[in-house]
């Protein structure tokens, strides 16, 4: 008998741990849903952690207002399988409130995003937040622990990160401070999708090859929708495309595709030459706009 | 036939080009992506460099970049035909030797640079004697920078010479050599003419087709409990499942186990992973363990083979790593996390400290500092169940935590 294990089953192992964990030592913890692959696959493991549980934390969506409509359709008809309590942190009501202001040409609401997960984690007393993000992603990305510290203030300290010994993860913190957990952190984008595969996942619509009115702005191709303030020249046209991330629609990039299915996704993956984020307009703003970011507070 | 994962971590001196090493693995196996290409071009224009900086692919941080430094691990994932890999790419500056800790905790190879000028420095001996205490199963070292010594045979001999005498008191079992240049990629992927009195493989090579021996200890059977899952509905209304995962040995349905601390017997009645049961658990699985019997087990509780118990005590000896620039304080107290347990502990005695040079051990005037390699001895407040740590990576290693400031202050391995 040879005691081994495949790869996906050695990342499942590990994620699942680090559910288990984030629960264990955490009174109060939330799950962040973005509707997009990863939360699925993360959501997916959450429920084989405390199966036949229900999972013992809720979802939290940070809805911009700016969604892909197919998204929204996919959360709520995820949450009511699951049987988990939804939170929606609403960008509009923070907008509203005179907290933030999408004063900005494309009309993009990613950044005003950190300020109402901020407030809901503040809101809702959360320890702890877990989400999907890997270290493949993005290079700054690729400097995060399972456990990452945040501070009263929500922000990431990367110059001064606790050191990460094995599997042993130190969940100390004081009033106020939390944690953001991420346990697909040594997943990549091929094996996400490889597994979406194995455990026949169900995904958004939006990933698949489908027809959409487009427009291409600075080398980006964008779903076209009343939220796109078109510029001089700029048109409207209707392409094949698929989205390999989800996130805000005034920012996530199209790739010209036709993979339908989950194993053309997988073939068209592992023959890209285009990083997963590379098509995403709010990595672009700066060499280290990411780290920038998340060291505001974003997922 | 799924392929093989090698996870590695690469360490030494600071400028030793760690970084330069990883972008020019990462850019001769085509595991960049066209759009990290372009931006790192970019970025070396911006810099002003006359060549593509292949370091600013891993160094992400904004102060990374700015002082051409590596401050913190950074993990890249890439595959060829043979194998997948994850390389942990750690610091190299002393300052920062916590973070080189952090990413070889978890790796199968430590693969070591040196600065073929400067030959074996202190951080090469730091990172070979950290790399033996975490019991990193293998060691490549790789003489970087040839073409500043002229590709001379007799550079790297005298290093490969120096850097065995040091690991021969270490107790290292596999160590490889390799002469390279990562900034033009001589003998990284390719073999390179200008080193043609080099016979061996290159590094790749070597990465693609060392032997990788399972690190698990299979026959120690112990399952520390993570979570204990009771649905408490309608149709499970008597479940009670012990979640955790395997931390060694083999479990199977019908085993009789022993609850620790309190030590009741029971049986394994199935062990659960999702929907399906398993005939067999081991590490690392995650798992659902249920009993025969309803017995007072919660978080932080060991399941164990009767014939084959673990060490149970409250005083341990053990080597640390100190991060903390906080000296370590003989007599203090300490959070002590151990598996998913976690208790309170005081510093009994200092016993020595390491002189990473010499390897000779320091005991008068002892005071423990950031980057010290110790032995020391605790109390536990509550007993632990520990194996040695080399016996058991997972039964043998605990963190120690500031009860003030809550950071991470040591990494300790249970001798």
């Given at each position: 008998m040879i005691y081994t294990v495949s790869h996906l089953q050695n990342l499942e192992s590990e994620a699942i741990f680090v559910i288990r964990e984030a629960a264990a030592e955490f009174e109060s913890c939330a799950l962040l849903f973005s509707g997009g692959k990863d939360s699925a696959?993360?959501?997916?493991?959450?429920?084989?952690?405390?199966y036949p549980s229900n999972i013992p934390f809720p979802f939290v969506h940070i809805d911009t207002g700016h969604n892909f409509p197919e998204v929204l359709t996919f959360r709520d008809r995820l949450i009511q399988k699951l049987g988990v309590k939804l939170i929606v942190g609403s960008v509009e009501e923070t907008i509203q409130q005179g907290k933030a202001s999408d004063q900005n040409s494309n009309g993009s609401r990613n950044q005003i995003q950190s300020i109402t997960l901020l407030e809901t984690i503040e809101k809702h007393r959360f320890g702890a937040c877990l989400g999907g993000a890997r270290r493949d992603e993005e290079k700054a990305?690729?400097?995060?622990?399972?456990?990452?510290?945040?501070?009263?203030?929500?922000?990431?300290?990367?110059?001064?990160?606790?050191?990460?010994?094995?599997?042993?993860?130190?969940?100390?913190?004081?009033?106020?401070?939390?944690?953001?957990?991420?346990?697909?952190s040594n997943w990549t984008e091929l094996d996400v999708w490889t597994y979406i595969s194995q455990e026949n996942l169900e995904l958004p619509s939006v990933y698949f090859s489908h027809v959409r009115e487009c427009v291409k702005k600075d080398g980006i191709i964008l779903a076209h929708s009343p939220y796109l303030q078109l510029k001089n020249g700029e048109k409207v046209e209707s392409l094949k495309v698929r989205f390999r991330t989800v996130g805000d629609m005034t920012c996530t990039g199209a790739t010209l595709s036709s993979a339908e299915t989950v194993e053309?996704?997988?073939?068209?993956?592992?023959?890209?030459?285009?990083?997963?984020?590379?098509?995403?307009?709010?990595?672009?703003?700066?060499?280290?706009?990411?780290?920038?970011?998340?060291?505001?507070?974003?997922? | 036939m799924e392929k093989e994962l090698l996870a590695f971590a690469t360490a030494g001196s600071v400028d030793d080009g760690k970084s330069t090493l990883i972008g020019r693995l990462l850019y001769d196996t085509k595991a960049l992506f066209d759009d990290q290409l372009i931006h790192a071009e970019k970025a070396s224009r911006r810099k002003g460099l006359?060549?593509?900086?292949?370091?600013?692919?891993t160094d992400g941080l904004r102060a990374e970049r700015e002082q051409g430094i590596t401050i913190d691990v950074a993990y890249r994932y890439f595959s060829t035909p043979k194998r997948k890999f994850i390389i942990a790419d750690t610091p190299g500056h002393i300052q920062y030797t916590r973070n080189m800790v952090t990413g070889a905790s978890t790796v199968n190879l430590a693969l070591i640079l040196i600065d073929a000028r400067n030959g074996v420095v202190e951080q090469t001996r730091r990172h070979a004697l950290i790399s033996s205490l975490l019991k990193v199963p293998h060691l490549l070292v790789c003489i970087n920078k040839m073409d500043l010594v002229d590709w001379k045979e007799k550079v790297y001999e005298k290093i490969v010479q120096e850097f065995n005498e040091f690991s021969a008191r270490l107790g290292i079992s596999d160590i490889q050599y390799v002469p390279i240049c990562a900034l033009e990629g001589d003998n990284v992927v390719e073999s390179s003419s200008r080193l043609s009195w080099y016979k061996g493989p290159t590094l790749l090579w070597i990465l693609e087709n060392l032997h990788i021996s399972s690190d698990y200890n299979l026959i120690d059977c112990r399952f520390p409990v993570q979570y204990v899952i009771r649905p408490q509905t309608q149709e499970n209304h008597d479940y009670r499942g012990y979640a955790g995962r395997i931390g060694s040995g083999v479990f199977k349905p019908g085993d009789k186990v022993v609850a620790l601390p309190a030590g009741f017997s029971s049986t394994i009645t199935a062990i659960d992973s999702y929907k399906t049961q398993l005939k067999e658990a081991f590490p690392p699985l995650s798992v659902v363990i249920r009993l025969e019997d309803d017995l007072d087990i919660s978080r932080g509780d060991m399941l164990v083979r009767p014939n084959n118990l673990p060490e149970i005590g409250q005083d341990l000896d053990l080597m640390i790593c100190w991060f903390s620039t906080k000296p370590l304080v003989s007599r203090g107290k300490y959070w002590l996390k151990h598996t998913t347990k976690q208790v309170k502990c005081i510093v009994k005695e200092l016993l020595y400290k390491i002189n990473i040079n010499t390897l000779h051990r320091i005991e008068d005037n002892?005071?423990?500092?950031?980057n010290d390699i110790a032995r020391i001895r605790i109390r536990t407040s509550q007993p632990v169940f520990w194996d040695p740590y080399s016996r058991s990576k997972t039964t043998g290693s605990v963190i120690f935590i500031d009860e003030a400031s809550n950071e991470t202050v040591a990494a300790g391995m249970i001798l």
């Amino acid at each position: 008998m040879i005691y081994t294990v495949s790869h996906l089953q050695n990342l499942e192992s590990e994620a699942i741990f680090v559910i288990r964990e984030a629960a264990a030592e955490f009174e109060s913890c939330a799950l962040l849903f973005s509707g997009g692959k990863d939360s699925a696959v993360l959501a997916h493991l959450a429920h084989k952690a405390f199966y036949p549980s229900n999972i013992p934390f809720p979802f939290v969506h940070i809805d911009t207002g700016h969604n892909f409509p197919e998204v929204l359709t996919f959360r709520d008809r995820l949450i009511q399988k699951l049987g988990v309590k939804l939170i929606v942190g609403s960008v509009e009501e923070t907008i509203q409130q005179g907290k933030a202001s999408d004063q900005n040409s494309n009309g993009s609401r990613n950044q005003i995003q950190s300020i109402t997960l901020l407030e809901t984690i503040e809101k809702h007393r959360f320890g702890a937040c877990l989400g999907g993000a890997r270290r493949d992603e993005e290079k700054a990305r690729a400097k995060e622990r399972f456990f990452s510290h945040r501070n009263e203030f929500g922000e990431w300290d990367p110059k001064n990160q606790r050191p990460e010994l094995w599997h042993l993860f130190n969940a100390r913190k004081k009033q106020g401070e939390h944690f953001r957990i991420f346990p697909l952190s040594n997943w990549t984008e091929l094996d996400v999708w490889t597994y979406i595969s194995q455990e026949n996942l169900e995904l958004p619509s939006v990933y698949f090859s489908h027809v959409r009115e487009c427009v291409k702005k600075d080398g980006i191709i964008l779903a076209h929708s009343p939220y796109l303030q078109l510029k001089n020249g700029e048109k409207v046209e209707s392409l094949k495309v698929r989205f390999r991330t989800v996130g805000d629609m005034t920012c996530t990039g199209a790739t010209l595709s036709s993979a339908e299915t989950v194993e053309q996704i997988i073939l068209e993956t592992a023959a890209s030459r285009i990083g997963e984020r590379g098509g995403r307009g709010d990595d672009q703003f700066s060499e280290t706009a990411m780290e920038d970011r998340k060291k505001a507070g974003y997922f | 036939m799924e392929k093989e994962l090698l996870a590695f971590a690469t360490a030494g001196s600071v400028d030793d080009g760690k970084s330069t090493l990883i972008g020019r693995l990462l850019y001769d196996t085509k595991a960049l992506f066209d759009d990290q290409l372009i931006h790192a071009e970019k970025a070396s224009r911006r810099k002003g460099l006359s060549f593509t900086d292949l370091a600013l692919i891993t160094d992400g941080l904004r102060a990374e970049r700015e002082q051409g430094i590596t401050i913190d691990v950074a993990y890249r994932y890439f595959s060829t035909p043979k194998r997948k890999f994850i390389i942990a790419d750690t610091p190299g500056h002393i300052q920062y030797t916590r973070n080189m800790v952090t990413g070889a905790s978890t790796v199968n190879l430590a693969l070591i640079l040196i600065d073929a000028r400067n030959g074996v420095v202190e951080q090469t001996r730091r990172h070979a004697l950290i790399s033996s205490l975490l019991k990193v199963p293998h060691l490549l070292v790789c003489i970087n920078k040839m073409d500043l010594v002229d590709w001379k045979e007799k550079v790297y001999e005298k290093i490969v010479q120096e850097f065995n005498e040091f690991s021969a008191r270490l107790g290292i079992s596999d160590i490889q050599y390799v002469p390279i240049c990562a900034l033009e990629g001589d003998n990284v992927v390719e073999s390179s003419s200008r080193l043609s009195w080099y016979k061996g493989p290159t590094l790749l090579w070597i990465l693609e087709n060392l032997h990788i021996s399972s690190d698990y200890n299979l026959i120690d059977c112990r399952f520390p409990v993570q979570y204990v899952i009771r649905p408490q509905t309608q149709e499970n209304h008597d479940y009670r499942g012990y979640a955790g995962r395997i931390g060694s040995g083999v479990f199977k349905p019908g085993d009789k186990v022993v609850a620790l601390p309190a030590g009741f017997s029971s049986t394994i009645t199935a062990i659960d992973s999702y929907k399906t049961q398993l005939k067999e658990a081991f590490p690392p699985l995650s798992v659902v363990i249920r009993l025969e019997d309803d017995l007072d087990i919660s978080r932080g509780d060991m399941l164990v083979r009767p014939n084959n118990l673990p060490e149970i005590g409250q005083d341990l000896d053990l080597m640390i790593c100190w991060f903390s620039t906080k000296p370590l304080v003989s007599r203090g107290k300490y959070w002590l996390k151990h598996t998913t347990k976690q208790v309170k502990c005081i510093v009994k005695e200092l016993l020595y400290k390491i002189n990473i040079n010499t390897l000779h051990r320091i005991e008068d005037n002892l005071t423990i500092q950031m980057n010290d390699i110790a032995r020391i001895r605790i109390r536990t407040s509550q007993p632990v169940f520990w194996d040695p740590y080399s016996r058991s990576k997972t039964t043998g290693s605990v963190i120690f935590i500031d009860e003030a400031s809550n950071e991470t202050v040591a990494a300790g391995m249970i001798l």
